[in-house]
């Protein structure tokens, strides 16, 4: 590698070192986020995801997370990612176009006092604010995690987090943030339901590599 190319790593490694501090100081809305999911979810409520792209993995990232485990074995908890259901997202984009894609979804599975969780870098994907504005229309809480703010989706949401940097940078900090979520989720589990580290010689756990 040349010199000219460690030093293009180097700045990418910068510019998410400059990141850090927005996300260490976003610390308390994710806890407060997981303590809200950890009362909503064991009792039957619904957590909904979804983003565009890269975001879009990342919301995916978050419901599998939680359909499966983050850091300890617990039960299954509620989440849907709803760009992953290709079927329907083809249909409702084709009938209703793109705009709709999520905003239906929405009103199709989410319920009073769910929780809607929309990811962008830019904040302005028009799917994402409509699927914002039918969260509100139905009293779903909607989260953000967005790039730089303000923007419209931060606007739109009942509560955001907006960390700095491009496009890379945001999506490499909204992993960290989902994995803080995660983490703040299972630590405010019921003692009954929550996260216990699954020890070695415990023969009803199979940890597999991913």
Not at 94 to 110: K, L, P, S, T, W
Not at 116 to 123: C, E, K
Not at 155 to 184: F, I, K
């Amino acid at each position: 590698m040349t010199g000219s190319q460690d030093g293009l790593l180097d700045d990418h490694v910068t510019r998410l070192e400059a990141a850090l501090p927005a996300l260490r100081a976003a610390s308390p809305t994710l806890a407060r986020w997981g303590g809200a999911l950890a009362a909503l979810l064991p009792s039957g409520g619904r957590l909904l995801a979804a983003g565009n792209g890269g975001s879009a993995a990342e919301a995916q990232h978050l419901t599998a997370e939680l359909v499966g485990r983050f850091d300890g074995e617990r039960r299954p908890l509620g989440a849907l990612a709803l760009h992953a259901d290709t079927s329907s997202l083809t249909a409702i984009g084709n009938d209703y176009g793109y705009d709709e894609v999520f905003a239906r979804q929405v009103r199709a599975h989410g319920r009073a006092g769910d929780v809607l969780v929309l990811l962008s870098t830019s904040g302005r994907s028009a799917n994402l604010l409509r699927a914002a504005d039918a969260a509100r229309e139905l009293d779903l809480h909607c989260w953000a995690l967005t790039g730089p703010g303000p923007n419209p989706l931060a606007r739109r949401a009942s509560d955001a987090v907006c960390l700095p940097g491009d496009t890379a940078t945001v999506q490499e900090s909204h992993l960290a943030a989902v994995h803080m979520l995660c983490r703040a989720l299972e630590a405010q589990l019921p003692a009954e339901l929550g996260s216990r580290r699954p020890h070695a010689l415990d023969p009803t756990i199979t940890r597999r590599p991913a």
